[in-house]
């Protein structure tokens, strides 16, 4: 079974700054995806960014990218200037590409405080 | 596009009732469907999933049941709350039709008092 690890349970970052949020995920699949998902106080979860596991590339969406080290079982989130509306919880999920199942493994999360 | 109802949005119940949230998709036919737990400070657990009508599969033993009596509605149920019930109860289904992750509902905040 696929496991995702997030390690750091709380962060916080200065307004405009750059944070980091580390992931890594346990797999024997040679295919598969990996995504962030975004979860502000409103509880509402919203993709961040979506990353093709045969996709050497890492992704970016605006002020997010990836590192994806797929030796390593890596993927972390890079948000460079931050913004206040980018407190929030941030999920790390895995799934793989089995014809139709589409389901997601969540990390437990991180918490991210931004700080005016 | 794929929108997910949930509802109520928040419910209080006391220990010993029963429970029912449902969830609606609008936007697509015949989904994969799931209910995700989120207990406080804690992340999602994979409650049910359901790739059909009638057909339902369960990831942790626990005194909740799902049924999928239509094809976009999905209801999570309980006969008998229990105080661990508490939690945030998310619905969700694929995006699209190659893997681009979940859409989800807006989820029913859970208090069992």
């Known amino acids: 079974a696929q496991t995702v690890t997030q390690s750091q349970p709380e962060m916080s970052v200065q307004e405009a700054e750059t944070v980091t949020l580390s992931c890594t995920y346990d797999?024997?699949?040679?295919?598969?995806?990996l995504f962030w998902y975004k979860q502000p106080p409103s509880r509402q979860m919203i993709l961040v960014i979506r990353?093709?596991?045969?996709?050497?590339q890492n992704a970016t969406e605006n002020r997010f990218s990836v590192n994806f080290q797929k030796a390593a079982k890596s993927f972390s989130l890079k948000i460079s200037d931050s913004q206040l509306g980018d407190t929030a919880m941030y999920f790390c999920?895995?799934?793989?590409?089995?014809?139709?199942?589409?389901?997601?493994?969540f990390g437990k999360g991180t918490k991210l405080s931004v700080i005016p | 596009s794929q929108t997910i109802h949930q509802w109520p949005a928040t419910l209080v119940q006391p220990v010993g009732s029963p429970l029912s949230l449902e969830c609606t998709v609008e936007?697509?036919?015949?989904?994969?469907l799931y209910w995700y737990r989120q207990a406080a400070g804690r992340g999602l657990q994979l409650l049910f999933y359901?790739?059909?009508?009638?057909?339902i599969s369960s990831e942790v033993p626990q005194n909740l049941s799902a049924s999928r009596p239509q094809d976009r509605q999905f209801i999570l149920s309980s006969k008998k709350l229990l105080l661990s019930d508490s939690g945030f109860y998310l619905c969700?289904?694929?995006?699209?039709?190659?893997?681009?992750?979940?859409?989800f509902g807006s989820g029913t905040r859970l208090t069992v008092v």
């Open positions: 999920a895995f799934s793989d590409s089995g014809a139709g199942s589409y389901q997601l493994t």
């Open positions: 797999t024997s699949e040679s295919n598969y995806y």
């Open positions: 990353q093709e596991a045969y996709k050497q």
């Open positions: 936007g697509t036919s015949n989904p994969n």
């Open positions: 359901s790739v059909g009508i009638g057909q």
């Open positions: 969700a289904a694929p995006t699209g039709f190659s893997n681009y992750g979940y859409t």
